[in-house]
């Protein structure tokens, strides 16, 4: 493989809903796409990093910047004979995690495309379809919140993950488990806790949660592993994994029961899979979690989650959770009720419809060399 030339497009597209978090309220969400060229083949990469630094350090201006100083100019007409080499190639390069990402699964696309495989596949993906989960924003209208969680069980979804901060935890998590006394309910802080709090993390022992994600701050392990000696409920990390030799030390010291895995926090589908390798052989479970992507980075996520040890439902939801059109020639749909079939056409196995891609552009750059 030998990339000749590569497009980074600035996207902007409208959120059907507000998304309020611990992090703050969104109403659209921006993000890098990129596109990257051999041939008559076109691999595609999505850069996950939000328009401000709240979810992690990294911005769409750091990845752009990254990207283009960096990155594109190192990869340009140069042979790439793995999409594993890009790890290696860049590791002198010090976090910018969610730029790395961006062009690495540009590289991995664009490879199983050559090489007439799906991404699933070439993965090692062994499942034909993933379970979906749906992650709810801050809804403070409780009635409200109870009647969209009728229309999401209706659905099928396997999974509901609420995202609470101080003062909005406990009590809609006691009215939903009233409603909905056996539904796979979980908890999303996104750090909004310190172990000041822990009483009432305790507290949430009683709701039969299957985890609470990232309590506290983003960048610990030791105070999650104080925590999860005091309460029940199984911690999962998010923000505070960036490495499989992050989550070898979080499982260590017993930080956490399961790890969500994110593409774009970890730096890529390579590291994914190890990441993904080392806790299936300590038997700590993993699910895919979501940034709201589009269409392309939902293709990338299915893709992962159909490896082995993906066996919690994750954050992938169809398209049209988020968006009122995407950007991909299909949108992404259950194919059973809170179900994704897993793609068996060559790389990501969704193309991107060019006309949509303009009704969202702010800014396009073409890079030869
Ligand atoms: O913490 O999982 C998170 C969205 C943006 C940033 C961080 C997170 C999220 C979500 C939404 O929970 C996941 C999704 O549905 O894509
Ligand atoms: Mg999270």
Redesign the pocket.
Known sequence: MNIKRIDMYRLKMPLKDV?E?S?GVETHREFILLSAYDGDEIGFGECVA?DIPV?SEETVDTCWHMLEQYMIPAVLNRDINHPDEFHEQFRWIRGNKMAKATLEGAIWDLYCKIKDVSLAKELGGVKKEILSG??MGIEKNIDKLLHDIEGYVAAGYKRL?L?IKPGYDIEPIRAIRERFPTVPLMA?A?SAYTLDDIDLLKEMDQFNLMMI??PLPYDDIIDHATLQREINTPICL??SIKSTDDARKAIELGSCKII?I?VGRVGGLSESKRLHDICEERGIPVWC?????SGIGRAHNIAISSLSNFTIPG???PSS??WIKDITTEEVEFHDPGKIAVPDKPGIGYGLCQDTVSDYLIRREVYVK
């Open positions: 998304f978090t992090m939000m979810y749906i992650s993950k995202k999303d996104n994600e990232q998010d923000e969500n994110k979690g979501g940034m709201q992507e954050d992938t939801s959770r988020y």
